[in-house]
C-alpha cells in the first residue's frame, strides 16, 4: 500500500512540474507585484521597466536555492550597471529565517517577501526555486523550474541576449 502511495505521489509531483512548465508564462506579460524588502521598503516590478530582470523565487528549506544563491549574486553584481536586476522572492512565513541565510551566504541583491505566498501564486510557482527572466518590455521570456549546477551558464547566455535587445 505504501508503495502504491509512493507511486501517486510521484506522479502528480511530475504531473505538478510538467503543468507548471507549460503554465504559459513565457511570451505574456509579468504579472505586477510589490513586497516589502530585506531593507524594509517596499519594491514593485514594474519600476524596473527598462531593465532585464530575473526574479527568483526560493525558501531556506531549499537545498538547491542555497547552492544557486551565490551564483546569482555573481551575476547581479556581473551585470547590474549595464541594466540587469534581480529580485529573490524569498516564500517562507518567518522573513529572519531568509534574512539569516541572505547573510550567511553573503548574497546582495534584493530579498524581497512573498509570506502570503500572493505573488508565488501570480506566477505558478508549485516548486522551489523558480527562476523567471523578464526582457526590458516586462514581457516573461524565460522560466526556469528547479536548479542543477550548470543552469547560470544558461542564464548568462538568456541575461546577455536580452541586455542585447
Given at each position: 500500500m505504501r508503495l502504491k502511495a509512493s507511486i501517486i505521489a510521484l506522479l502528480f509531483s511530475v504531473f505538478a512540474a510538467s503543468s507548471l512548465a507549460s503554465s504559459g508564462l513565457?511570451?505574456?506579460?509579468?504579472?505586477?507585484?510589490?513586497l516589502r524588502s530585506s531593507t524594509g521598503e517596499n519594491l514593485?516590478?514594474?519600476?524596473?521597466?527598462?531593465d532585464v530582470v530575473m526574479?527568483?523565487?526560493?525558501?531556506?528549506?531549499?537545498g538547491p536555492c542555497r547552492q544557486e544563491?551565490?551564483?546569482?549574486?555573481e551575476l547581479y553584481n556581473r551585470y547590474q550597471r549595464?541594466?540587469?536586476?534581480l529580485l529573490g522572492v524569498n516564500?517562507?512565513?518567518?522573513?529572519?529565517?531568509?534574512?539569516?541565510?541572505?547573510?550567511?551566504?553573503?548574497?546582495?541583491f534584493p530579498v524581497l517577501f512573498?509570506?502570503?505566498k500572493d505573488v508565488s501564486e501570480l506566477y505558478n510557482v508549485e516548486a522551489m526555486p523558480v527562476t523567471v527572466i523578464v526582457d526590458r518590455r516586462g514581457t516573461v521570456?524565460?522560466?526556469?523550474?528547479?536548479y542543477k549546477p550548470g543552469y547560470e551558464d544558461m542564464y548568462l547566455d538568456q541575461i546577455r541576449s536580452l541586455l542585447r535587445e
Open positions: 513565457e511570451g505574456q506579460a509579468a504579472p505586477d507585484f510589490a514593485r516590478l514594474s519600476e524596473y521597466r527598462g526574479i527568483n523565487f526560493w525558501a531556506t528549506w531549499c544563491m551565490p551564483l546569482l549574486d549595464v541594466g540587469f536586476n516564500i517562507d512565513d518567518d522573513s529572519r529565517r531568509a534574512m539569516q541565510m541572505v547573510e550567511e551566504l553573503g548574497v546582495g512573498d509570506a502570503g521570456r524565460y522560466v526556469h523550474h528547479g
